[in-house]
């Protein structure tokens, strides 16, 4: 069954650039760790709600948008080496270089896809 790790995150507005650079070097080490696709989305249409939103899970503030990405994997196991495999590699850390998002404020899960069209 296929898995999926999603991730939101509030990224410098002026940053696209950077984070699609840095989006692009991630898809490839994840397609090279077994994942069958990545995702990355630039938020436009992010609005803040009244009791949760997107913006207000990532403490967004008024100079960042909200970015949102997932990973696909053949499965949960394909998926649990792959990050296993990410884990015990340092190098990769090297090639991917730094984050232009504070990962602190990034929100992510793992999830088994259950329908798609």
């Known amino acids: 069954m296929t898995y999926v790790d999603g991730m939101v995150a509030a990224a410098p507005a002026n940053g696209k650039k950077a984070y699609l650079d840095y989006a692009e070097r991630a898809a490839e080490v994840f397609k090279s760790l077994g994942a ?11 609005p803040d709600g009244e009791v949760t939103s997107f913006p207000m899970a990532v403490k ?3 100079d960042e948008v909200v ?3 997932w990973v696909e994997w053949p499965s949960k196991e394909a998926r649990d080496a792959g990050w296993k495999a990410f884990e015990d590699d340092p190098s990769i850390f090297e090639r991917l270089g730094e984050m232009p998002f504070d990962g602190k404020r990034m929100i992510f899960g793992g999830f088994e896809k259950i329908a798609s069209s």
């Open 36 to 46: 069958t696709s990545v995702v990355d989305c630039w938020g436009e249409t992010v």
């Open 60 to 62: 967004k503030t008024e």
């Open 67 to 69: 970015v949102f990405s």
